[in-house]
C-alpha cells in the first residue's frame, strides 16, 4: 500500500496514528494512504516563512518567472503519467485528466510569462503617482510588496493539479512561500507533483510546502503576514474564515465555493446556427466533463419559453450518446463521481431538485457501468431536469448539485428577466449568455454581471473559437460574490495583490519614486 508523506520542514514526513483511504473510485479499491497525524504544524508554518520566503523575496520577479517555468517544466515532461493517476484516483476520463493537468503547468507557464512583464525588481508599482504638495516635490505613490508570512492554499478534491497550481502560481510570482493542502481523497495527483516539482530543485527550500491530508491544528498558528485562500464547500469556508487564527490576526481570507452557474440563451438564437450549437455543447460537457463536478460547471440552464422543448430533446440526444464506466477504459467518456460521500450527495441532491421540477433522463445510481462491476463504484448517469415555473426560494436556486446534472427552465424571452432569474442563484463564479442581438446581450449581460466573476458571450463571430465558460483562463479572474465565496484569483497581474501589500508612499518625488522602482 502506497503511504503518501507531507513535504515540511524541507523533509518528508510521514503521518502517524489513522490513516485516510484514497481509492480508485471505479473499483472502490483502496491505492494508498495518508495522514497527517503528529506532524508539526507550528513549525511547518514557521519553515515556509523563515526559509522559503527570505529565499523568494531576495529573487526578482523575474528570477520567480523562471522559476516558474523549470515547474511548469517539470509537470508537463510526466504529463502521461500524471494523467494516469487522475484516471486512478480521480474517477477522470484521460480527456478529463489532461484538463487538470494541462490546467496546472498551462497555469504556470502563462505567469512565467507575466513575471517577464514586470519590473526586474522586488517592487510592483501600482497605478500612476499624484502630486499632493504646491509643488510637483510633494509626491505620493502606491507599491505592492510580499507579505512577509506564508500562503495556506486547502484545496477542493475536483482539480488536484490546477488548484495546487493556480494558486501556487500567483503567490510563488509575488513573492510568498506556499503551504499547500489538497483534498485527501484525490490527493494522489498533487503529492505526485509536489514530488516532481521537489525532485527538479526548481524552487529554493521551503517556497512550497505539502500537507498530505487533514489540516489538524495549522489554522490555529496563521499571523498578520500570512494569508489563506480556500476552495470547496460553502460551509468548510465559513468553517475556516471563523477559525481562531484567521480572526484573532486578521488574516487575509479568499474563499471559491459553490456555485450555481447558468448558461442563457438569447430568444434570437435559431435552432441548428453556429450558436445554437455552441450553446448545446457547453450545457452537454458541463454534465460530462469530470462527470460534473467542476466548479464552473453550469446547473441552470435557461431558455425562451417557446424553445424549452426544443432544447430539452436537443440536450436529451447529447446526454444519450454519454457512455458512462470505468474511465481506464478508452470508450468511457464518464466516471464515476470520486468519492462514495459525493454518489450519496448527488443523489440526494437530485432528490431535491426534483421537488422542485421533473427528471426527464438520468437512471440516478442504476447504472451498468462499461468496464466494470453493476453495483460496485460511485457512478451516477447523466441528469437532466425541466422546471417548468421556476422560483427563487426552489431547491434549484439554492443548492449546488456537484455531479453530472442540469436544469432547463423556461424565461420570457428578455434580457432583463434573465438576468433576474440567474441572479436567484445568489452570486456565481461564471455564466454565459448565448446570442447576436446586442439590446437583448446589454440587459442580460449587465444585469446578471453583478452577481459574477466572470460571464461568457457566446455569439456566432467567435462561435468557431469561444473558449468554454467551464475553461478557467489565468488571465482572467476567477470567483464570485455571494454563494460562490465573494472571492477573486488569478486575473493576470491582478491575482498578485492577495499575496502582497499594498502600501502608500508620500514624500519627495525623487526618493518615493526610486522606492517605488519607477527611477533607478
Ligand atoms: P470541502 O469538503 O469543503 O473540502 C475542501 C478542502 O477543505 C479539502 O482540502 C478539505 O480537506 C478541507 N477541509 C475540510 N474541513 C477542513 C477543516 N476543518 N480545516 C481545514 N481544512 C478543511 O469541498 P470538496 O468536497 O473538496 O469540494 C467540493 C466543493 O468545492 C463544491 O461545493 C464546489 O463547488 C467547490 N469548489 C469550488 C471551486 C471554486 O473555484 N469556486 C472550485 C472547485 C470546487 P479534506 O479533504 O482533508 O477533508
Redesign the pocket.
Known sequence: MMELKSYVGGKWVAGTGKHAALVNPATEEEIARASTEGVDMKAALSFARDVGGKSLRAMTFRQRGEMLRAMSKAIHAKRDELIGLAVQNGGNTRSDGKFDIDGAWGTLAAYADLAAELPDGHVLPDGDGVQLGRSPRLWGDHVFLPRVGAAVH??????PAWGLAEKAATALLAGMPVVS?????TGLVAHRIVELLVESGAMPEGALSFLC???GDL?DHVGGQDVLA?????S?GQ??RAGKGVIAHSVRVNV????LNAAVLGPDVEVGSDVWNLFLADVARDVQQKTGQK?TAIRRVYAPKDRVAEVVDALKERLSAIKVGDPSHADVTMGPVATAQQKRDVLAGIDKLASAGKVVFGTGADVTPIGGQKGKGFFVSPTLLVCEAPSAADAIHNH?V?GPVATVMPYDGTGARAAELVSWGGGG?VSSVYSDDKEFLAQAVLGLAPFHGRVTIGSSKIAAQAVPPGTVMPQLI?GGPGR??GGEELGGRRGLAFYMQRVALQGDRAIVEALAGRRA
Not at 493542502?181 to 481523497?185: E, F, V
Not at 480556500?230 to 460553502?234: D, I, K, L, N
Open positions: 486547502v484545496n477542493a478534491f475536483n482539480f493542502k489538497p483534498a485527501t481523497s491530508a487533514g489540516a489554522l480556500f476552495t470547496g464547500g460553502s468548510t468553517l475556516l471559491e465555493a459553490d456555485s466548479c449546488e456537484f463564479l476567477h460562490a465565496g
